[in-house]
């Protein structure tokens, strides 16, 4: 079954760090991009970071400075380190990956709480 698996949310104090990791089963092939979005209460989903093959990676404002995205490409792996958390920065965290021929998947999701 194809999946994308999460793990690495929790609670934090503002101003604390934690890193998200995302790994795609095997059976997910031909990655072009993968990123984390993030959908907080009463609010829309909204892009976080995502990392495209030739593409620099790309940031909401809100996090640029604070988050960083990185892959291992060999495992099908994605990562987001979060530092200087804040607590607008409070939501359930949810790894995309898209492959080449245009298929999407999603993960669970995973709660992320920052503490003020």
């Known amino acids: 079954q194809a999946q994308l698996v999460e793990s690495g949310g929790g609670l934090v104090q503002a101003g604390g760090s934690l890193t998200l990791s995302c790994a795609a089963s095997?059976?997910?092939?031909?990655?072009?991009?993968m990123g984390w979005y993030r959908q907080a209460p009463g609010k829309q989903r909204e892009m976080v970071a995502t990392?495209?093959?030739?593409?620099?990676?790309n940031y909401i404002d809100s996090v640029k400075g604070r988050f960083t995205i990185s892959r291992n490409n060999a495992k099908n792996t994605v990562y987001l380190q979060m530092n200087s958390l804040k607590p607008e920065d409070t939501a359930v965290y949810y790894c995309?990956?898209?492959?080449?021929?245009?298929?999407?998947?999603w993960g669970q999701g995973t709660q992320v709480t920052v503490a003020s």
């Open positions: 095997g059976t997910i092939s031909g990655i072009k991009a």
């Open positions: 990392s495209s093959y030739g593409v620099s990676a």
């Open positions: 995309c990956a898209i492959t080449w021929s245009s298929r999407t998947y």
